[in-house]
């Protein structure tokens, strides 16, 4: 037993996790595909694993793993596709997935007919290709292979301990109309109560001892900028501490000032409603995209492959 994240919210305690393979109503355990893991360890690192060990159990690899944005990463995506296996699910909000959705055109979201009906407002998507990169640690003998062709060509210096492996994968951007109000309404209240704690520390600044210490006052706004780490870029914040003379006598008192940054809200409001699903789940003869996309967002929500996979044509 180890400690680790506690879905308990309990970090105090020990923990087991248990990771458990079972068919589709619960009732039937399947064997050698369940273990037991350390408290601490990470479910990012258990996947691959256990997409070997069903592969094992039913003698085919093309098994369909779903699961959140912290299993989908980019290196479990190049194992199981390897293996011949598919995956559907979220990838995590990088720099380079932003920017993407953000430049996404307006034009290019079609409306899901199945998915808006089950939802009871208008869902629309996105198709695409996004790009991931892999870096590999090189065994022994492939380094020796990439240093003897090094040899060949006449270069110098010692043979990479790594690769960087380079893939794509069909992805599917959803907008939903619902969560883009509830997104902008979140984002408008985290930034009045960031302003709210800015002003008030900027109305109490240069009284008492606490206030008046420079270093206490910049150790506050970086518990501030810490809290409030969702919208902290969205707003700009000055603070200039006092300037002392050669006698050590303070020659100005300190200052805060705050303001928004309307080019950075506008940006992030580009993502309101919208997250990204990821698959390499090939289409069908005859099926559209949005019939796919429809088929991406039914599978992972509803954690079923009883989903229609339309064709049309």
Not at 231 to 245: A, C, D, H, I
Not at 280 to 295: E, I
Request: hydrophobic share 35%.
């Amino acid at each position: 037993m180890e400690f680790g994240y506690s879905r308990d919210h309990r970090p105090d305690r020990p923990q087991v996790n248990i990771g458990l393979a079972a068919t589709a109503d619960g009732e039937v355990v399947l064997p050698g595909g369940s273990d037991v893991h350390p408290g601490s360890t990470n479910d990012a690192t258990t996947t691959v694993a256990a997409h070997r060990q069903l592969h094992t159990l039913f003698h085919r690899s093309d098994l369909l793993v779903t699961g959140d944005r912290i299993m989908q990463s980019a290196g479990n995506m190049l194992a199981i596709a390897r293996a011949h296996g598919r995956f559907l699910g979220p990838v995590d909000w990088t720099p380079y997935l932003r920017t993407v959705v953000a430049h996404c055109p307006d034009e290019q979201f079609q409306p899901l007919p199945l998915s808006s009906q089950r939802a009871g407002h208008p869902i629309q998507a996105a198709f695409c290709h996004l790009r991931f990169r892999v870096k590999e640690k090189l065994s022994d003998q492939e380094r020796q292979q990439v240093q003897a062709r090094r040899k060949q060509q006449r270069k110098r210096g010692a043979a990479p301990k790594y690769r960087e492996t380079r893939f794509r994968v069909r992805a599917a951007i959803r907008r939903d109309t619902a969560r883009q109000a509830a997104d902008a309404a979140r984002r408008e209240r985290r930034i009045r109560d960031y302003e709210t704690r800015l002003a008030w520390l900027r109305d109490h600044l240069n009284r008492g001892p606490y206030y008046s210490d420079a270093e206490w006052v910049a150790n506050r706004l970086a518990d501030l900028a810490h809290d409030f780490k969702d919208v902290r870029t969205l707003v700009r914040v000055t603070f200039s501490k006092p300037v002392r003379t050669e006698g050590g006598q303070k020659e100005e008192a300190m200052s805060l000032t705050y303001e928004r940054q309307p080019e950075r809200i506008a940006q992030a409001a580009r993502l309101d409603g919208k997250w990204v699903l990821v698959s390499n789940q090939p289409l069908c003869p005859g099926q559209s995209q949005v019939d796919y996309m429809d088929w991406m967002l039914g599978v992972y929500t509803r954690r079923t492959l009883n989903f229609p996979m339309r064709a049309t044509g």
